[in-house]
């Protein structure tokens, strides 16, 4: 193809013209795709942010609004320090009970699934894909009769209300163990036979090889179960009634019916903000390992 400052003046002109058509348009769909997500970010975020801005108010002026107000410019950290500092309210032990329950519970189902998954994954053993078939049928039975048989389990060993109780339903996950297997699958196959020419056991290489290979996936799992368990709700409910046992899901309906009272709603709102930050902030700290844990975790080859 001839250089553009080669071409007749009429030819140029037509060809520039469409160049800059070209471009025009190509910013044109850029700028609404960016606007797009600009105005679903807005959407997205503005319920956290005016549950950040009545937390902010006090009770007085929150009963007063006649119109809703977007900006304060007094901004009362009040309702903070009361959910903190009153008697009535035990958001700190309810925190404290939501940590050993997402740390123990993720702990531990770590420790099931990163075996299970280089298992199926690399070992060769009769029945494994028979195995493995059946392990991922567990995922067509609905929830709620899982719910039901642990309940049963649980209460004939009598772990209710307690922290064995409350973490022993939830160490293992089937999506997990075949999200992780798909992760360890796309390691070359000459890795394994290297490392056992050189006597590397199996155990040594899943921790020096697959392991560190695969940290995004094995990240982003973390971050998903901690999020799950932090929000869990059904399963605490159910199994735990004395409230030296109740996680954060439980203590918020609790704070709210004894302790700020049903009215308080500024009161509410610094609660659920608190308890809210701790997931957000480890989102945004592991955020790029999570896109690309999600990203791998569907790439095969």
């Not at 099931?112 to 894909?129: D, Q, S, T």
């Amino acid at each position: 193809m001839q250089k553009n400052s080669s071409l007749p003046s009429g030819v140029k002109t037509d060809y520039d013209r469409i160049l800059r058509n070209a471009a025009l348009r190509r910013r044109a769909a850029k700028a609404g795709v960016y606007t797009m997500l600009v105005i679903w970010g807005l959407i997205v975020l503005f319920p956290f942010y005016w549950m950040v801005l009545s937390s902010l108010k006090t009770q007085a002026a929150y009963d007063n609004e006649q119109t809703p107000v977007f900006f304060i410019t007094n901004p009362a950290f009040e309702n903070y320090v009361k959910v903190f500092s009153s008697s009535d309210i035990h958001l700190g032990r309810y925190i404290l009970n939501t940590l050993i329950f997402t740390l123990g519970t993720t702990a531990l189902m770590m420790a099931v699934i990163i075996p299970a998954a280089f298992a199926f994954a690399r070992l060769e053993f009769k029945g494994k894909n028979l195995v493995f078939g059946l392990l991922l049928s567990l995922m067509m039975i609905p929830t709620e009769l899982v719910v039901i048989t642990n309940f049963q389990t649980i209460t004939a060993w009598n772990m209710r209300d307690s922290f064995p109780g409350l973490i022993l339903p939830s160490v293992t996950s089937v999506f997990y163990i075949y999200l992780l297997k798909e992760n360890f699958a796309q390691i070359p196959d000459e890795l394994y036979k290297a490392a056992r020419v050189d006597g590397t056991s199996d155990f040594k290489y899943l921790m020096t090889v697959m392991i560190p290979i695969s940290r995004p996936t094995i990240v982003t799992i973390t971050i998903l179960k901690v999020i799950e368990c932090w929000n869990s709700f059904v399963w605490p409910r159910l199994i735990t009634k004395e409230p030296d046992y109740f996680l954060i899901s439980q203590g918020i309906q609790q704070i709210r019916e004894s302790g700020l009272g049903r009215e308080n709603i500024p009161g509410m709102m610094a609660a659920v903000v608190i308890v809210s930050l701790p997931l957000i902030v480890l989102f945004l700290i592991f955020r790029n390992q999570v896109m690309e844990g999600v990203s791998r975790g569907g790439t095969k080859g």
